[in-house]
């Protein structure tokens, strides 16, 4: 009689159980189904699934190559590999100029396992990029964004790395307006990512969510930091490399010091901007900025006093070296005039005022676009 009672007991706790968990213990598939496909979408944020990936990986893969280049350094034979994107449907490509840097011989695979010879129809050391041809039409173009990327813009990376073809990696703009410095040039208004980039990697696009390019990825700084170069540059430099082989970059002729809060006390102003320290001889700027009388050097850190300080560059406010170089590069050619407001330094102390700059061409051997950074 007590093993029936025991039985009873059990059958009714197992019903009760049942009823309390079988949504997650025997569930319909379905239901299953859902579930998991509800956590999967709410943890990627904004209906993001493997779908998804998979749709937006297959629409632009065939539109990405990787680049095979072939030169002799030293004597030697070597090779070097990167990654390009077609920028028009005639069989042009965008790159890194340092993925074809001294190239003798360039070879480009298609996603379609269709090699190619190319050829360089334009380089520009400064800021990095370069255009090729291969012998083929009615390639899938990859169109460049208009406007840079905000902080916060979900980016995914396509290319080579390590040699890997067809690599897709995600992540997000990380911060914009950065500036690059790397084998012995400097890149401003470069787009910060952290999207996986690695050798090989170079030359390739920085897609967002449309499928647009908002940057061609360059350089890696350690972990989880990578750099892109902006839509900016990519739209005022790619076609002057398309239709005459070469980007003449403006120059200012001056170096300059961020004006920090310790700047600004010892020079008795209350403001932010950038100083000018020195102005080239005979340069664009020869006459009409003015650099630092002197130079207040301490234990702690080097202060020019005296200076213009650059307020504003055609009613653009300019905080900082970066914001100078950005504006002189992303609207500015060489024999162009720019209009500045500056804080001049009087009998009385700073006044403002407005200058105007005809700027010249950059010169070769120069890593900016037009000022030193000196901060």
Known sequence: MMKTHHIIFLTIITAFLTGMLGGYIVAPEHEVVERVENHFSYTLQDGYNTTYFQ????????????IKVYKVVD???????GTGFVIREDGVLATNEHVVQDA???EVKMMDNEWYTAEILGIDTYSDLAVLEIDETGLQVLDIAENNPEPGTVVKALGSPLGLEGTITQGIVSGVNRTIRTEGRTIPDAVQTDASIDPGN???????DTGEVVGINTAKRGENIGFAISPALLNRILPKLIEEGEYRHPYLGV????????????????????????VEPE?????????????????????PIGGDIILEAEGTEILNEQDLNS??????????????????????GYRETKVTVELGERPRGEETAGIALRS
């Open 75 to 81: 004597g030697e034979r070597r090779t070097s590999q």
């Open 283 to 303: 340069g664009p700027s020869s006459n009409v900025l003015r650099g630092a009388s002197r130079i207040h050097r301490s234990s702690l850190m080097t202060v």
């Open 104 to 106: 003798q011989h360039i």
């Open 255 to 278: 170096n300059t010091f961020q004006v920090t809060p310790s700047v600004a006390e010892r020079n008795n102003v209350d403001t932010e901007g950038v100083m000018v320290v020195n």
């Open 202 to 208: 170079s030359g390739g696009p920085l897609l967002g």
């Open 327 to 348: 504006f002189l590069v992303r609207n500015k050619s060489p024999g162009e005039e720019v209009e500045f407001k500056v804080l001049r330094r009087g009998l009385t």
């Open 55 to 66: 749709t937006f990986y297959n629409n632009h893969k065939q539109s990405v190559a990787h």
